[in-house]
T-cell receptor
Framework: DQQVKQNSPSLSVQEGRISILNCDYT??????FLWYKKYPAEGPTFLIS?????DKNEDGRFTVFLNKSAKHLSLHIVPSQPGDSAVYFC????????????FGKGTKLTVNP | EPEVTQTPSHQVTQMGQEVILRCVPI?????FYWYRQILGQKVEFLVS????????KSEIFDDQFSVERPDGSNFTLKIRSTKLEDSAMYFC?????????????FGPGTRLTVL
């Protein structure tokens, strides 16, 4: 069951450059999307979310873009910092229905100084 | 900043034993959840809880699992007879509003090891 897919298991970028993490989903009922960051031995930490009525949401260095027709979302981090190195999870839920979050497998981001 | 807390951080148990994992959700939150992550796999939903009853559960959440809010602050997950395949990180989460429209905040997790 791969309703939420993160096809890149890892990504490496230089400090100061842009990091782009991608996520695809198959369930057209999903209408609320979140990105979480996770360090080893810690729980997922909420970063940013977007509702399907929007196509962009920005919070400081983090911007999430949603392309509903392509069932694709991306997280942009600009500029990337070494402290951003972590595993990033995309998650989705269906409004008015299930309360559960469906997670992708995660992308491990490494920001090199 | 309010946060979800979980105890213990690591629990080791023998197969067939009962374990109780504990969580203290964020104080003004009304919706509570348990998720788990088996090593190398995705974070998976187990159960959601609202107004003192289960609102949704996954196929994983079979009869050996139960949840309870024994008082105004704690939220527990009980596994009655643990199996080797229950070894995983268990995450508690909470949200102020329904998780389908609101952000779920996660605790640091309990690593359960079943021997």
């Amino acid at each position: 069951d791969q309703q939420v897919k993160q096809n890149s298991p890892s990504l490496s970028v230089q400090e100061g450059r842009i990091s782009i993490l991608n996520c695809d989903y198959t369930n057209s009922m999903f209408d609320y999307f979140l990105w979480y960051k996770k360090y080893p031995a810690e729980g997922p930490t909420f970063l940013i979310s977007i509702s399907s009525i929007k196509d962009k949401n920005e919070d400081g260095r983090f911007t999430v873009f949603l392309n509903k027709s392509a069932k694709h979302l991306s997280l942009h981090i600009v500029p990337s910092q070494p402290g951003d190195s972590a595993v990033y999870f995309c998650a989705a839920s269906a409004q008015g229905g299930s309360e559960k979050l469906v997670f992708g497998k995660g992308t491990k981001l490494t920001v090199n100084p | 900043e309010p946060e979800v807390t979980q105890t213990p951080s690591h629990q080791v148990t023998q197969m067939g034993q009962e374990v109780i994992l504990r969580c203290v959700p964020i104080s003004n939150h009304l919706y509570f959840y348990w998720y788990r992550q088996i090593l190398g796999q995705k974070v998976e939903f187990l159960v959601s809880f609202y107004n003192n009853e289960i609102s949704e559960k996954s196929e994983i959440f079979d009869d050996q699992f139960s949840v309870e809010r024994p008082d105004g602050s704690n939220f527990t997950l009980k596994i009655r007879s643990t199996k080797l395949e229950d070894s995983a990180m268990y995450f508690c989460a909470s949200s102020e509003l329904s998780g389908s429209t609101d952000t779920q905040y996660f605790g640091p997790g309990t690593r359960l090891t079943v021997l």
